[in-house]
């Protein structure tokens, strides 16, 4: 079976409808660019009762979802545990077809997940301060131009990346210090990424995302 490739899906109607089909990771337990790691013991009761494709996280009426999802699992993977499903993409709107094709032709690949985090540790991950969100709520998952984990893509492009990683021949180059360009200082305490706001746990200023914590 493909991993990305078009397929019908039969609709309440007894139609078949065209669609297309992409089987992802939504995400797994590496460090995000958020600086957190999402661990996966997600509850899905809750999703898997409406298993929508949403378009970056749009649950606004301005569009209707863009597909659904199937074979929703938590498995091990590369980093941990991992989440992964299989993306049916409509394509009855203009909207729907362009993103549709977009994943089929592999301009976009990347994949996210909204949930609510119940539990927040901070740990120490090789000197660096890690936020780790648990005991979490999956409440959509959406198709992204960008996310913040870089492992939540399409099967296809994961494997063309580990392709490319095992068969490189040399290391990149550092950057030349002297090349770089000076940066101002950032003031102590700012947030390392202004998309995300913050929680007070315990008297401690922890960060996290507002609502549903998008990765």
């Known amino acids: 079976v493909r991993a990305v490739r078009r397929d019908t899906r039969k609709a309440s109607t007894g139609e078949d409808l065209p669609v ?8 797994d337990e590496s460090i995000d660019s958020h600086r957190t790691v999402v661990v996966c013991d997600h ?19 301005d569009h209707l979802p863009i597909g659904r999802c199937e074979s929703l699992k938590i498995g091990k993977g590369k980093n941990g ?3 992964t499903a299989t993306a049916v993409f409509f394509m009855r709107t203009d909207f729907q077809r362009d993103i549709a094709e977009a994943y089929l032709r592999g301009e976009c690949r990347m994949f996210s997940i909204g949930f609510y985090p119940n539990k927040f540790e901070l740990r120490d991950v090789d000197g660096e301060e890690i936020l780790y969100l648990s005991d979490n709520q999956l409440v959509e998952i959406s198709a992204v131009p960008v996310g913040s984990n870089e492992n939540a893509l ?6 063309a990346a580990r392709i490319r990683a095992r068969t490189a021949k040399t290391p990149p180059v550092p950057p030349d210090p002297s090349q770089q360009r000076a940066t101002a200082p950032v003031k102590p305490g700012a947030p ?3 998309t995300m706001n913050t929680l007070t746990i315990d008297g401690r200023v922890i960060r996290a995302d507002k609502a549903a914590s998008c990765k």
Request: hydrophobic letters at 40%.
């Open 81 to 83: 545990r991992e989440m």
């Open 192 to 194: 390392k990424d202004q």
């Open 20 to 27: 297309v089909v992409v089987e992802f990771v939504a995400t």
């Open 43 to 61: 509850d899905l009761g809750r999703y898997e009762k409406n298993p929508v494709l949403l378009w970056s996280h749009n649950r606004a009426k």
């Open 154 to 159: 399409s099967k296809k492009a994961l494997d």
